[in-house]
């Protein structure tokens, strides 16, 4: 049954991604000022939000396990920090492929980048404590939880960064107006993306689940 429903979930992601790409690469007009590498922004933005929903569920998922101490939200909370990160590796790499052409610059210590780079730091630190094996795994896991749950502070800050610091310290607009066209391009390819996170992290949950429970049977079986 789980497989079954894992091919109809890979079935309808591949229609969206497909969507997604002739959405950006035939449907939408090319961008008058900024040309073709416009069309990264449709990918650029839905990863950050994916990144942004990865931290959500991290934070959600380490209270949770604080307060249940169930192994299952703590399992949720690493697969959605690695896909957090993964997605936020992508906007930081699509960013600067994107501001060379219109800044004339890769990199610009602004607010919103800065940001963004401060959350991506925060985030693989919170992996490499859950990687931390030596001791106690129930004291990495709480430890781990109640740093999931403080580095969220920073992700509204990326987010408000347009708002929280003057236009003359950033390059980021704060308001972005977009064609109908674009408009449709931009959710198709929102869809899509969050689409791709969601399943990545259930079939990373998944995995988790399943070697904690060899982790217990290896345990059983050793020798006293």
Known sequence: MNGRLNLLLEAGLAVLMIAALFAVFVYVPTEREM???QRIFYFHVSSAIAAFLGYAIVFVASIQ?????R?????LALAAAELGVVFSLIVLISGPIWAKPIWGVYWRWEPRLTSMLIAFTIYVAYLIVRSYTTGSPDRTRRFAAVLGIVA??????????????SAEQQLHPREVVLAPAMVHTRYVAFTAIIALFCY????RYELEKLARQIERLDADLAPD
């Open 200 to 203: 990545l992290v259930k079939r």
């Open 35 to 37: 040309g073709i590498v």
């Open 65 to 69: 396990y604080l307060r249940t101490r």
């Open 71 to 75: 192994e299952n939200w703590d399992s």
């Open 152 to 165: 969220f502070v920073n992700v509204p800050m990326v987010y408000y960064s347009v708002n929280l610091w």
